[in-house]
């Protein structure tokens, strides 16, 4: 049976790569004694996948990974045991079962929706919260983006399904949902280096802390998208 | 959790940031306000390197099972985070509480190997605490030093407050009570330095003075005061079956060099390799209980979820219940899909059946380490594997499936000549030769054997009976090297061979370090501060600056490499009692020169003088008649 474990990455772990954070949870099932299910051959390995990695830096409410179980105690018990092995900065939200044939986690992400908030000191000089609005207003974000061989022009709007800005906290925090498919991929920071640039300004490096706070998927049409968290795609069990 | 010492800009700009932040499973968390005594574990080397060492896993889990410690680790900062905490002035912090090393009470640092010795100098440097022992006072933590490399530590001994010679488990317990209550009592640093000079095993260069004669060599080593031991015992924790072993060792979240869950299963080796430091200095062997490892086994595997166990010795076939250790193992790690690793050994129908079934036979490779071309010199260093076993051996591999064999040599060992060096192509080829004979064309997955012969270079080390023996230069080592490659072209087989040789610079430098005086101390110090560092690693190693730092202080290297030494010399490191006597190491250099094989340690005893421990090997009962078969052949290694 194919579950799906939703963790919260925070703290000194957004220093952990993806590929790490795959090494820690083969560890972390072996030492919850969860029953996963291997791969055949000379080499088994756990037959797990995750949805989309996070980059370093980043924080997040709402990361991913399927795991094939064999046998189990129920959702609960998965998640307790798993959490009592956790580190913290690690931890485990929910345990789902997916359904027959289901897409796998990384097949499936077709949004992510971010936080994002200046780092202290490193504010933009303007007054960038009411330009902010206007900004999500614009009919087109165009980048430019630089691949290996050449660059390309490329509007970032229709990947952009929600923008805005929000003052519940007093130094204004933007909410975005972009896609996070693999071939829309948007960065927050690049639709963030799109706006300073509008206002002719350039985004430090460190400049910004971003929180993904879940990750979707699409179960709407095509040109009518209809948003599910990951974690709804799946039962309690 | 603790704040981290470094702001997110420096971690977001250095390499594997994951380095620096601590938090890993199994790391060890104190409320510092409840603990009397503070110690920071060290390996002088980046976090990848010292994360792979079993020592520091042992010593931190014995240190804070002592409710009154807390036991953290620090290691070297990369190159990249080294400049940012200079530039900054960002003192070097523990990984736990990421406070600074300054302070707390104790800096131990393991020593595992001598390029490590300007690594030292930088975890002092970017610790804020003064290079030279005599400069620092009670807000400096007490600095002390253990591993292989203090069988030798005068090099680096005007940096060290102590040095602890031998086994850690034994005497931290009673050091720490001595500086608990001497901190109580409000005494000098001096004072609980010299009260520690007093405590078995421990070496406080402080009270020590050295004499040279006109010629350099030691005229003396004496103690400067009433009361300080003129000879230090090394210190042996016999019981290991009932001693400090890690349940839950710490898991990185990076890859490590050992990735693995490693289980020791015992101290010493029977073998008695005349170029082996570690056969000697950890003598007597002393095996561990095999109920005791199949309990850790389980236990250290379920604590961390490692992927993989490996065994740890330093001749695994020599320890005496391997095949219940090993069909336990297979049997629980099948289970749980978890790969089993079994370095040290020997090639034999036993190890290979065992092999096979752990490994993927097509691309995994063999090792021997027959150390020498020929049986003459092999019967010089006492490593009595001979050609036959070693082909009889190939040949049951090749029949097996193995297509990979690494063969391992060392180059200027003594009595060489330019035979034995023809010696080792010519085995090589053989070896070749043996898999084309054996496995049918039809039948040869990978078309060819692939062969790998190494060579590194032969450094003499204290307390072996080679330490009377002269190193070659460097010019005399690359000759040789070039010697080894010509041989092997112009064998039958040599498509099928592969041949690699090491740095030779590096290698002299070592050579100086493993037996040298407290007159290097100067030259350590003159090359770190012109940025040598990280000088194990090749590509920061910086041959010249050494040379100049040699150069610019007087001191000869041939002097301590190349030099022939008489066998009433007093060497540095005689003040030192290792276990193993002086007398035994010259007789076994005199037999050595004769040609003469030693028998190992159950087959008969040689009185090196190891017995006066009162336990391990020298006191198990002699094996039967047919048993001793089993220990005779002597040994090569397997990965």
New interface residues.
Partial sequence: MKARIKFAKW???R???HL?VM??F??????ADIDVA?SEG???HQIMSFAAPLG??LTSNGEYLDVEIKTHAGAEDMKKRLNE?M???LEILSVTRLPEGAKNAMASVAAAKYTVRF?KGYEPEFDWKSRFLDFCGSPSIVVTKKTKKSQATLDLKPFIYHLSLSEEEKDGVVHMLVNASSSGNVKPGLVMEAFLKANGAELS??ALEIVREDAYADTGEEGAPHFVPLDAIGMEF | ?SK?ALR??I??QVEK??RY?????NAVIKDKSQVDVRVAMCFPDVYEIGMSHLGIQILYDMFNKFDDVWCERVYSPWVDLDKKMREESIPLFALESQEPVKDMDFLAITIQYEMCYTNILQILDLAHIPLRATDRDWSHPIVIGGGPCVYNPEPIAPFFDIFYIGEGETRYRDLLDLYKECRKQEMSREEFLRAAAKVPGMYVPLFYQVEYHEDGTIRSMKPTQEGIPERIVKEVEMDVSHTYYPEKPV?P???VTQDRVVLEIQRGCIRGCRFCQAGQIYRPVRERDLDMLKNYALAM???????EISLSSLSSSDYSKLPELIDFLIEKCGE??I?ISLPSLRIDAFSLDVMSKVQ?VKKSSLTFAPEAGSQRLRNVINKGLTEEVILNGAALAFQGGWTRVKLYFMLGLPTETDEDIRGIAELSNKIAAVFYETVPKEKRVNGRVQIVASTSFFIPKPFTPFQWASMCTKEEFLEKAYATRTAIKGQLNQKSIKYNWHEADISVLEGVFARGDRKIADVIERAYEKGCIFDAWSEFFQGELWMDAFDELGIDIDFYTTRKRELEEIFPWDFLDCGVSKEFLKREWKKALEETVSPNCRAKCQGCGANRFGGGVCFYDQPRAEETSRYAAHGSRSE
Avoid: C, W
Avoid at chain 1, 26 to 31: C, E, F, G, M, Y
């Fill in positions: 703290g000194a772990m220093f952990i790569g790490d090494r820690y083969q560890k972390a099932l072996r030492r291997y000379f080499s088994p370093v830096g092995t580190v913290e900065g780092r490096p460190f | 959790m981290l997110d800009e971690l977001l940031p994951a932040i601590g938090n890993e499973v898991v979240f990076i890859k595997l379920q604590n961390t979820g490692h992927e749980k899909k790969n993927d």
